[in-house]
C-alpha cells in the first residue's frame, strides 16, 4: 500500500522497449471491482514521469475490461498504481507489460546484402510512399532475421540537412529576442539624447 486508497506495484526492471499494459490474473475474493489505473515509467528509478492511465473493470454479469493500452514508450522502469478509494486493494492483481512487435518491411532486390544500422538518436524517420502502395496491391513477405548486432567503430552517419533553425528551435527566438533589446536601448537612448 503507497499510501491510503492507493496500491502501488514496485518499480520492476524490464527489458528497454515499448509497453502495453494488460492487468489480468487478478485472483481473491473479490471477483467484480471497477478501479482507476496509472502507468509511470522511469531510466533511473528515481524520476518518473506519467506515461498512461486507464481504467480495470470486472462486473458480475461477465462485462469490464482487464486491460488496457497507452503510448509507447521506452524506459528501464515501469511503475503500476491501482487506486482502490475506499476499497480494499485488489487481491492477487498482477500487471503484464506486453511489448508492441514492430516489423521492418521493404523492398529487396535479388542478389543484394542489407544492412540495418540502428542507434543513431539524431536518425529522422524516413518517408516512402511503400505503405500506400502495398495496402492496394498484393505482396508477400519473406522473414529474415537480423544476425547478431556489432557496433561500427569509426561510423559517421550521412551529414544533417536541416537548416539551423530546425536543428537548434530555440535560437530564433534567441536572436529575435537580442534584436529587440538592442532597438529597445537604442531607442531609450536616442529619447535621452533628445530631451537632453
Known amino acids: 500500500m503507497d499510501r ?46 506519467q506515461t498512461g492511465f486507464g481504467r480495470i473493470e470486472r462486473f458480475s454479469d461477465g462485462s469490464g475490461s482487464e486491460s488496457f493500452a497507452f503510448p509507447e514508450r521506452t524506459a528501464k522502469f515501469v511503475r503500476v498504481s491501482v487506486a482502490d478509494g475506499n476499497d480494499e486493494p485488489l487481491a492477487g492483481a498482477t500487471p503484464q507489460l506486453a511489448a508492441v512487435p514492430h516489423d521492418i518491411v521493404f523492398e529487396a532486390s535479388a542478389g543484394h546484402t542489407y544492412r540495418l544500422l540502428s542507434n543513431d538518436p539524431g536518425a529522422r524517420s524516413p518517408t ?32 544533417d540537412e536541416r537548416t539551423l533553425t ?27 539624447r533628445a530631451n537632453a
Do not use: N
Open 128 to 159: 516512402y510512399d511503400l505503405a500506400a502502395r502495398l495496402a492496394h496491391e498484393p505482396w508477400t513477405a519473406a522473414v529474415a532475421f537480423a544476425e547478431p548486432t556489432h557496433a561500427f567503430v569509426g561510423y559517421v552517419g550521412p551529414a
Open 4 to 49: 491510503p486508497g492507493r496500491t502501488r506495484a514496485p518499480g520492476a526492471r524490464g527489458r528497454r522497449g515499448a509497453y502495453r499494459l494488460r492487468c489480468d490474473a487478478f485472483s481473491g475474493a473479490r471477483a467484480t471491482f471497477a478501479r482507476d489505473v496509472s502507468i509511470e515509467t522511469s531510466d533511473d528509478g528515481a524520476a518518473w514521469e
Open 166 to 192: 530546425q536543428r537548434y528551435p530555440w535560437l530564433l527566438s534567441l536572436a529575435i529576442g537580442t534584436i529587440a533589446i538592442v532597438l529597445a536601448l537604442f531607442a531609450i537612448a536616442t529619447l535621452r
